[in-house]
């Protein structure tokens, strides 16, 4: 009996990615338990971080040793997160679709190559580059000239108005991962252009169509599952970043942003900088609860994913 290796290793290779994932959930499940059963659910609702008395006693409560004065709320980190990451999602997209179009359409084909190479390049700039470019120039030309204009312009539309802030915050983050995740959207916008087949081009200029015509009514009508895929990607990128958010955010605690110029926190970046800290508890509490955010945040993730997966299968259906 032959024993067929190749398919069973295709098999074994692709089981290693959601074998994965589930591992890492409960991992995450498994270390956190005591401060999912500390913090219940009211732990994603409220404004309360606080590490407590690093320096007292530890008490017990509900049958859990705390620091004195110690309380675990995130709700601050969960809309820096989410507004943070869809305002830079608003952001990118049209840039990035604009791009991709010029790329591959606007332009001769001895010019797009090394100007899609350049656009692609920005994808490989480490995201701490990222964050210091905005936290050197960003944060002041915002804070400085832009932030005060728009709130003094716009001061009739919501979140708009207000205290224009330092530089750092909500805005600013958004625009540093905007740019980051430009590049992502753009590259796979651009190849899944050029494979649209050309007789559909020709079919709309010989209806009288101009070249922006076909591709608003022809071509990005037929990449509308890319885009979906690809936003996905790119919202995924945008609500894990790290460094680049933590040095342009102004790392806002237990502070809900009141328009889009305040400070603001998220969750991966909130994990990085509060781990040390974290670390001096002696009951790790702290350090539970940094990885119940850790857990939320892979849900987030996987939830978007799902709901990506959904609306694939209902365009499907249609």
Request: hydrophobic share 55%; net charge neutral; proline share 6%.
């Amino acid at each position: 009996m032959k024993i067929p290796v190749f398919r069973i290793s295709l098999i074994a290779t692709a089981s290693l990615l959601p074998l994965s994932l589930i591992l890492l959930i409960v991992f995450l499940v498994i270390y956190s338990w005591p401060a999912i059963e500390y913090n219940q659910f009211h732990f994603l609702w409220t404004n309360d971080w606080n590490l407590g008395n690093l320096y007292g006693n530890p008490v017990e409560v509900d049958g859990h040793q705390i620091m004195p004065g110690a309380k675990y709320g995130i709700w601050f980190l969960v809309v820096g997160t989410l507004a943070s990451s869809i305002l830079a999602m608003l952001l990118a997209m049209p840039i990035a679709i604009g791009a991709a179009y010029f790329l591959s359409e606007g332009i001769r084909k001895s010019w797009s190559g090394p100007l899609s190479l350049l656009v692609d390049l920005l994808a490989a700039i480490p995201s701490v580059v990222y964050g210091l470019w905005g936290y050197a120039l960003l944060v002041p030309l915002f804070g400085k000239t832009i932030f005060p204009f728009l709130a003094d312009t716009f001061s009739f539309v919501p979140f708009l108005n207000g205290s224009p802030g330092s530089g750092y915050g909500l805005l600013t983050s958004a625009f540093v991962l905007a740019v980051m995740i430009i590049p992502l959207i753009s590259a796979t916008l651009r190849e899944s252009i050029q494979m649209i087949e050309p007789a559909l081009k020709e079919a709309g200029l010989s209806l009288g169509l101009t070249r922006l015509e076909v591709f608003w009514h022809i071509i990005l009508p037929k990449l509308n599952k890319v885009l979906i895929g690809v936003g996905i990607l790119a919202l995924g990128r945008a609500l894990g970043e790290t460094m680049a958010v933590l040095m342009v955010s102004g790392n806002a605690l237990n502070y809900l942003p009141g328009n889009i110029y305040a400070p603001i926190s998220t969750m991966a970046a909130f994990i990085t900088s509060q781990l040390d800290s974290a670390l001096q508890d002696p009951t790790n509490m702290a350090v539970e609860a940094l990885s119940e955010i850790a857990l939320v945040l892979l849900l987030i993730t996987v939830l978007v994913n799902i709901s990506a997966r959904l609306i694939l299968w209902m365009e499907k259906v249609r």
